[in-house]
């Protein structure tokens, strides 16, 4: 068998890439929940030892295997015992970490976002406030639980995360969410990025909420604030290529600062109307005045369908 190098994540977010050491050929594998979750039995996996140290699995060593997420093959392959043998011991702990499952969701959690005067949701409702405002596709959500070594449990939780949420979680991250229940204290915290986006951490990018406030707060720009015109066309230029509905942020983003454009070009029109220039009471300008007015602003189908330049 050939063995392959690591080299690191493809540009695309959705692939390893891996070298062959001796001829330099590259290959790209792809990341997907079947790879996800065997790096995560990989974690979870102990050497095949009991906890008296004599090599020899008892009881106790099967339970704590099975609390620690491990399958039943996993265990046979581990301890030698028959599957048969192993599957007694399965059930109970079973039913144990359903109930820490149960347990966790319905901790209190505190927020991420940074915000006061939040109400504190149980870990539950707080996931099931992030879909509703992020639009995941709906259906339920699947929980698991596995103990840690230092006695604590992972707690995690699979949903189907919309493309506009996925934007919002660092790339390469890894999934499922991940919390970190301590049954002790009753506290649940985030275990990784994904995790605390479900927590409410502070974005990087607008909040589809956010830039419907803009828009209905607009008003002309100040002067110290960047010029409009030259964010939509920064905007334009970095989606080039982007067809519509494929960034729905994006999509925001340019329809924001096309509203807003009008908006500045519309008031400056009306201030100009409303201000007579000196020497002129308030007498309607030649024609050749006008020149230095802002230009009429193009729709938004007509920035992004290209109807008009």
């Known amino acids: 068998m050939q063995q392959l190098r690591f080299v690191g994540v493809h540009d695309d977010g959705e692939h390893l890439v891996l070298e062959a050491p001796e001829s330099g050929e590259r290959f790209r594998v792809v990341i997907d929940s079947s790879l996800r979750n065997a790096v995560l039995k990989a974690r979870r996996a ?32 581990e301890s030698g015992w028959k599957p048969e043998r192993v599957k007694r011991y399965e ?58 070594e230092d006695g604590q449990w992972n707690v995690s939780v699979s949903v189907d995360y919309s493309r506009a949420a996925l934007d919002q979680i660092p790339e390469g991250s890894d999934f499922p969410a991940r919390f970190v229940y301590n049954p002790a204290n009753q506290t649940v915290v985030a275990g990784n990025a994904v995790a605390e986006f479900l927590l409410g951490r502070p974005l990087e990018r607008e909040r589809p909420e956010q830039a419907a406030e803009d828009r209905a707060a607009l ?12 964010e939509l066309l920064d905007e334009l230029e970095e989606r080039r290529g982007t067809r519509v509905g494929e960034d729905p942020h994006s999509d925001a983003r340019v329809e924001d600062l096309t509203d807003r454009l009008a908006q500045e070009g519309a008031a400056q029109e009306e201030t100009e109307q409303e201000t007579p220039q000196e020497g002129t009471d308030g007498a309607e300008e030649p024609e050749s005045r006008g020149r230095g007015k802002r230009p009429s602003v193009p729709s938004w189908d007509d920035i992004l369908f290209g109807n008009r330049h």
């Open 91 to 148: 059930w109970p702990i079973l039913a144990e970490r359903a109930h820490i499952v149960t347990a966790a969701r319905a901790v209190l959690v505190d927020p991420l976002s940074g915000e006061e005067g939040l109400e504190r949701l149980s870990l539950n409702d707080q996931v099931v406030a992030v879909r509703e405002r992020w639009n995941f596709a709906e259906g339920d959500a699947q929980w698991n639980s596995w103990q840690r």
């Open 46 to 77: 102990h050497p095949a030892r009991g906890l008296s140290g004599n090599g020899v699995f008892g009881p106790r060593d099967i339970q704590t295997r099975f609390r620690q997420g491990a399958t039943i093959d996993e265990i046979v392959a």
């Open 219 to 230: 008003q002309a720009v100040p002067e110290d604030e960047p010029d409009t015109e030259a």
